[in-house]
């Protein structure tokens, strides 16, 4: 078992669709997550990090549940430019190592 | 822009042969991880450097190995390259303020491209 999990997808939505990924993570130690956001043949960049109370940027709503190990990214009024590969990441704080997942692909349509 | 700058952008070696990547952290950072990045797949974390010490390390062989600068660049040298080890190499900068303080948000390169024929 992965130590990060995420659908893979693909997801495709309309544009204003509202879509939700999980991603599941195994290490109970784990103490910061974040979202990056991926697009083709480029490199990761954060969307948004993940704080145990919630948090919302926008469109973009991000969730933790640490008893059942899960994170959640929402995304509210899909655009055309969300299209992308979306990155869960979880890291256990100064341990060196952050874990990614192998991402979940939105494709976003007219 | 993140000021993550990495070099070569694209590279192509021939299996046995040796490589070595180049990244230069964002200004103020002191933290350098390299990932790999097969087609289809997350980054998998290779290792990271903080102050210029090995400071993790993820499941690579030993023919996988790096150092950082005392101005926090950071090289990764690839021994005996395998036609497998064809990825993106990813480069990430972030501000690790030792035990006990917050970890920040890890900022990439744009990745060197590296295929072994």
């Known amino acids: 078992r992965k130590e990060v999990e995420q659908d893979p997808g693909p997801f495709n939505v309309p544009e204003g669709a509202t879509v939700a990924f999980n991603c599941t993570y195994s290490n109970s130690a784990s103490q910061s997550f974040f979202w990056y956001r991926q697009d083709c043949r480029k490199e990761p960049k954060l969307l948004m990090s993940?704080?145990?109370s919630g948090n919302e940027d926008g469109r973009f709503t991000a969730q933790l549940n640490r008893a059942s190990q899960y994170i959640s990214l929402l995304i509210r009024d899909s655009k055309l430019s969300d299209s992308a590969t979306y990155l869960c990441?979880?890291?256990?704080?100064?341990?060196?190592?952050?874990?990614f997942g192998d991402g979940t692909t939105l494709t976003v349509k007219p | 822009e993140t000021g993550v700058t990495q070099s070569p952008t694209h590279l192509i070696k021939t299996r046995g042969q040796q490589v070595t990547l180049r990244c230069s952290s964002q200004?103020?950072?002191?933290?350098v991880s390299w990932y790999q990045q097969a087609l289809g797949q997350g980054p998998q974390f290779i290792f990271q450097y903080y102050r210029e010490e090995e400071n993790g390390r993820g499941n690579f062989p030993p023919r996988f190995s790096g150092l950082q600068f005392p101005n926090y660049s950071s090289e990764l040298n690839v021994n005996a390259l395998e036609l497998d080890d064809s990825a993106l190499y990813l480069c990430a900068s972030s501000l690790d303020r030792g035990r006990g303080g917050p970890n920040t948000e890890a900022f990439f390169g744009q990745g060197t491209r590296l295929t072994v024929v």
């Open positions: 200004s103020g950072h002191n933290t």
């Open positions: 993940v704080y145990s």
């Open positions: 990441v979880v890291k256990i704080t100064n341990a060196g190592k952050s874990t």
